[in-house]
T-cell receptor, first 110, second 114 residues
Framework: SQQGEEDPQALSIQEGENATMNCSYK?????LQWYRQNSGRGLVHLIL?????REKHSGRLRVTLDTSKKSSSLLITASRAADTASYFC??????????FGSGTKLNVKP | EPEVTQTPSHQVTQMGQEVILRCVPI?????FYWYRQILGQKVEFLVS????????KSEIFDDQFSVERPDGSNFTLKIRSTKLEDSAMYFC????????????FGPGTRLTVL
């Protein structure tokens, strides 16, 4: 399967701590994107990193991409209770197909 | 800010009935996609559409499914004879290719097959 896989599947931390989620994939990609989904809701785009980029920042988010290891990580710094959600990575292949990972459920305890 | 819209937000249908899910992509986008998410599971790619034809489809997208862009603004997903296992959230997305290749998702249609 070309689909990305995240780990951990679930993560529970205290407010103020950092949360790190990882994503692995199997073939060459055009880009990798991270999405957030609150329970039963739609997908919110967080950040995109292209295959020729290694790191990107957006507010409290930091994404890294290692194409040699076919992996990416999403770091959320100084987490808040409102960050509680599922986080998915999605990889774009040939501009035709996105594959989503199974997601990491993040629970930030106040 | 431009956004992808989907209608209806919730569709309830009887098994065996046909349903059409509607999406209005962002106006200058050229690539369109449908995904589904069964409750509690991952988001699954169904089909991509470019230049008025399907460019890629998954094994889920069998003969029961079809997509159409009937006019310059709508993008539809038709399920001909719904099954119980078609119950899911269906997300539409569009992409520009001019810029960072970000996919913009609609809010989804929840399909319930009884």
């Amino acid at each position: 399967s070309q689909q990305g896989e995240e780990d951990p599947q679930a993560l529970s931390i205290q407010e103020g701590e950092n949360a790190t989620m990882n994503c692995s994939y199997k073939t060459s990609i055009n880009n990798l994107q991270w999405y957030r989904q609150n329970s039963g809701r739609g997908l919110v785009h967080l950040i995109l990193i292209r295959s020729n980029e290694r790191e990107k920042h957006s507010g409290r988010l930091r994404v890294t991409l290692d194409t040699s290891k076919k992996s990416s990580s999403l770091l959320i710094t100084a987490s808040r209770a409102a960050d509680t959600a599922s986080y998915f990575c999605a990889t774009l292949y040939n501009f035709n197909k996105f594959y989503f990972g199974s997601g990491t459920k993040l629970n930030v305890k106040p | 800010e431009p956004e992808v819209t989907q209608t209806p937000s919730h569709q309830v249908t009887q098994m065996g009935q046909e349903v059409i899910l509607r999406c209005v992509p962002i106006s200058n986008h050229l690539y369109f996609y449908w995904y589904r998410q069964i409750l509690g599971q991952k988001v699954e790619f169904l089909v991509s559409f470019y230049n008025n034809e399907i460019s890629e489809k998954s094994e889920i997208f069998d003969d029961q499914f079809s997509v159409e862009r009937p006019d310059g603004s709508n993008f539809t997903l038709k399920i001909r004879s719904t099954k119980l296992e078609d119950s899911a959230m269906y997300f539409c997305a569009s992409l520009s290719r001019e810029g960072p290749d970000e996919q913009f998702f609609g809010p989804g249609t929840r399909l319930t097959v009884l």
